[in-house]
């Protein structure tokens, strides 16, 4: 008969091995790039700083990210970094939940205008996170959204980079927009959520879909029916770091060196060899964001903020 002290440290231990992070994949034979991360966040156990989540990922083939920001301060973040960093590129933007606060406090268009500033930096080659996210936020404040997304369009087209578009439960509204203003000419489906049906739209458009930890979930068929249509020039892989942790690892946080869980799944969904698929997808990202290569030049903060 189990006590219930044995109940209680069992839960408790299953509770903080949640929290640790996934042991180290076998490394990829072809590298491949990590396309959406957020370094600056921490999360579980004996948290990583962007240094040794850098070097985690290298060690198993991950060759580089992009640094994603959410608003002004982690935009600017991951422009320092990635000026000081060679295995990182920086994407700017305010997340589309963050526009109507911003909105109310009179302050989104100063706040576009300084993405729209960063944007102008060398090693920035994305706009993004950007879109519209119906599922937390209401209809009061989704024309924030629409304003802030069409304005990130243009600054993305305005300076020639690629956009990353975050979309939840609101491929139609996405769509609309993105055929209504014209998408950048590399516009990427990030975490892509959607359907057989917003697969054949991508596919028509030229549209990248970046592939995330969700799609090794159990419950995604689906999502892995839709990403079977998907041109292979098509794809690109992330982690959304700290988030979404593929399988079987779900709940524990993530990090760019768990990116050959997701793409060894998704050679399986696909049907193909795994180098050949890494060698795709390398090829993919590199044509949307250029060249990862140049010179450190010091030591970064550690996080905004610091």
């Not at 304005?151 to 439960?169: E, G, S, T, V, W």
């Not at 609101?170 to 990030?190: D, I, S, Y």
Request: some cysteine; glycine content about 6%; hydrophobic content about 40%.
């Amino acid at each position: 008969m189990i006590s219930n002290d044995d109940r209680f440290l069992r839960a408790r231990h299953t509770a903080e091995t949640e929290r640790e992070y996934a042991p180290m994949p076998q490394p990829l034979v072809v590298g491949v790039y990590d396309n959406h991360t957020h370094l600056e966040i921490s999360d579980g156990e004996n948290s990583l700083d962007y240094k040794e989540a850098l070097d985690k990922a290298s060690s198993v083939g991950v060759r580089g990210v992009v640094q994603v920001g959410t608003d002004l301060e982690t935009s600017r973040w991951s422009v320092e970094i990635a000026h000081l960093e060679p295995r990182v590129l920086a994407a700017v933007a305010i997340h589309p939940n963050e526009t109507p606060e911003l909105k109310r406090a009179g302050t989104l268009d100063a706040a576009l205008e300084e993405i729209g500033q960063l944007a102008a930096q060398p090693r920035v080659r994305a706009i993004g996170e950007t879109g519209l996210d119906f599922f937390r936020t209401d209809e009061e404040g989704q024309p924030a959204q629409h304003e802030a997304f069409e304005a990130h369009i243009a600054i993305a087209k305005a300076n020639d980079l690629a956009m990353q578009i975050h979309d939840r439960d609101a491929h139609g509204a996405v769509v609309e927009t993105l055929r209504r203003v014209g998408a950048p000419e590399r516009t990427v489906f990030h975490c892509f959520s959607g359907d057989l049906a917003l697969a054949r739209i991508c596919a028509d458009n030229g549209w990248y879909v970046s592939v995330a930890g969700t799609s090794t979930f159990k419950s995604a068929v689906d999502l892995r029916e839709a990403l079977e249509i998907v041109p292979r020039e098509l794809l690109l892989i992330e982690t959304d770091a700290p988030y979404l942790t593929p399988a079987p690892y779900r709940g524990r946080p993530n990090s760019s060196y768990m990116i050959p869980y997701t793409l060894r799944a998704l050679a399986d969904t696909l049907g193909g060899d795994v180098a050949m698929l890494a060698a795709q997808i390398a090829s993919n990202t590199e044509a949307v964001y250029g060249l990862w290569d140049a010179e450190p030049v010091d030591t970064p903060r550690m996080h905004p903020g610091d």
